[in-house]
């Protein structure tokens, strides 16, 4: 069950840019990292499926009411990002937006909110459609409620 403060000592993503940004991210409080060009990330900490180690990330996001929207595009991989199969095994994840930390509960969007949110998230960044043509599965859409 990951929390918010396994966000200062999870392991970094395997992609070097992403671990480097989430490591500048970290280490300014969220004053850096949080935007750049009009593009807002976050921080993401999982629980590693299979190690039940924290696993952090750093994600480009949206809003939708309460909720923090991301994407599990992997870049138009065939298969889902690790930190999508690590949530989908255990749903509490950290959050870290801007300074505001907080934990959360992740859930995939229904078919009727991916309808809504996937023209919005391609709005913020455009490359998601692009992504979704070179791969044959369905790119799911993440909605993580705050829980405190």
Same mark, same amino acid.
């Given at each position: 069950?990951?929390?918010? =403060? =396994?966000?200062?000592?999870? +392991? =970094?993503? *395997? /992609? =070097?840019?992403?671990? %480097?940004?989430?490591? +500048? ?6 004053? %850096? ?29 949206? +809003? ?18 690790? /930190? ?11 959050? *870290? ?37 070179? +791969? ?13």
């Amino acid at each position: 069950m990951a929390v918010a =403060d =396994d966000l200062d000592h999870a +392991t =970094d993503s *395997q /992609w =070097d840019w992403v671990a %480097e940004q989430t490591r +500048t991210y970290l280490a300014s409080g969220g004053t %850096e990292g949080h935007e750049s060009n009009g593009v807002y990330t976050l921080l993401l900490a999982t629980t590693g499926r299979r190690t039940g180690i924290p696993r952090r990330t750093c994600l480009i996001y949206g +809003t939708a009411g309460e909720d923090f929207v991301v994407v599990a595009s992997k870049g138009g991989a065939d298969d889902d990002p690790a /930190w999508f199969k690590n949530l989908r095994a255990d749903p509490s994840v950290g959050v *870290q937006v801007g300074s505001r930390r907080f934990t959360a509960r992740a859930r995939v969007a229904s078919p009727a909110e991916r309808e809504v949110l996937w023209p919005r998230m391609a709005r913020i960044f455009p490359l998601y459609d692009e992504y979704a043509q070179k +791969t044959s599965r369905e790119i799911p859409i993440v909605l993580l409620t705050p829980q405190n």
